[in-house]
């Protein structure tokens, strides 16, 4: 249990006292969440604050980087499946599940996980992630270690979802929960803001923050023992895709990279994804709304689009690499926002205006911290059904349709 000590000594390193400014006010219980939410906190994002914010939407020398495409991996998969099925056998590969994020934007208040996409029956986005996990699961013999990531706000309802329904048939000794760390909304002098008396806010750090939450919940630890050398990250809006896909797993292997990237051939050329590229000659990913239209024309050696492949946030990473990268801060990304805090009296405000900065770090931007990366294709028709809108691109109407053309009972 944490002492009222130990929050202060930590306020204090980060100039935040004024945190505990009501403390004496409020209910034991209350007190006792203050003081959790504080050790629960990132503070260290301030520190760099202002350097990070001047740094935002900079980019170095961005060039074309080549994707193994679909025919090379035919041509050696064999080869690449027995490799990813000997790690997967080995227990050197676990599962992360990037579960965070609610429903909202398809007019659910749940998490969106728990979301039924079903038509003639019960089919939630939760229930895909975990059978495409024990087609591998039965094509190997070996259980993968399942890691969750969830957040405060949804943790309780995450386990029990899951518990409800028997996880899915997935074995619950290999599932592992943590918690998202969160970060400070702050003003714009870096003094985190108030939500009430007793509670910071915050927000989630970003999906970049997923393997440092690993660290610090102490489940990274589980996963050593368990001899985990390789974690396949990924978001659970995409309902068709393959979790530890022992050929993916098996390609990055046998070509030494520190990750993998899955890819899609983007759509068009302004596509709302992500694209792999090099930058200052190391890997990474620019944002769709950073590409130039001389970036969307420029061809490669065979006449086909130079950026034409579209990450689709599943990744695989050495954990040796993310170890000695976890320290060194990932690029801070500072989003001014209308952030509700209390005033100097202790009064509510919903400013109209933005009047602070929330923090965040990206997965992509791990990419770029590692030496090396494999963009490897990925049929999007077979892979690729990402639930983002209700209706329309990206939804779950568009999501239906692909399942049903891979056979899935709705």
Known sequence: MTTYEEAYAKLEQYGQLHVLRYYEELPETEQAELLRQVMDTDFSMLTSREAQAGKSGTRGVIAPLAAMELDTIREREAQFRQTGLEAIRAGR???????????????????KGMFDIGLTKPVYIFERIMHNTLDVVKESGAWIPFFIMTSDKNHAATTAFFAEHAYFGYDPAYVFFFRQEMAPASDYDGKVYMEEKGKISTSPNGNGGWFVSMERSGVGRKMRELGVEWLNVFAVDNVLQ????????GAVIAENRASGSKVVRK?????????????????????????????????????????????????????????RIVNNNLPLHVVEKKIPHLDSNGCPVKPQEPNGYKYEQLVLDMIHELE???????????????????????SVDSARELLAKNGVAL
């Open 372 to 394: 090396s990366c494999l963009p490897y294709e990925v049929v999007r028709e077979k892979e690729f059904a990402p639930i983002k809108n209700r209706t329309g691109v990206d």
């Open 93 to 111: 590969v676990g599962a992360v599940l990037l579960a965070g994020g609610m429903g909202t934007r398809l007019g659910s208040d749940a998490l």
């Open 267 to 323: 759509a068009a050329p302004d596509e709302k994804v992500g694209v792999m590229c090099l930058e200052d000659g190391r890997p990474s990913i620019v944002e769709y709304y950073e590409l130039t239209r001389d970036m969307m024309d420029a061809k490669d050696e065979k006449g086909d689009p130079a950026y034409n492949f579209g990450a689709i946030l599943n990744y695989l990473f050495r954990v040796k690499d993310l170890e």
């Open 242 to 249: 393959r979790i530890a896909d022992p050929c993916f797993v």
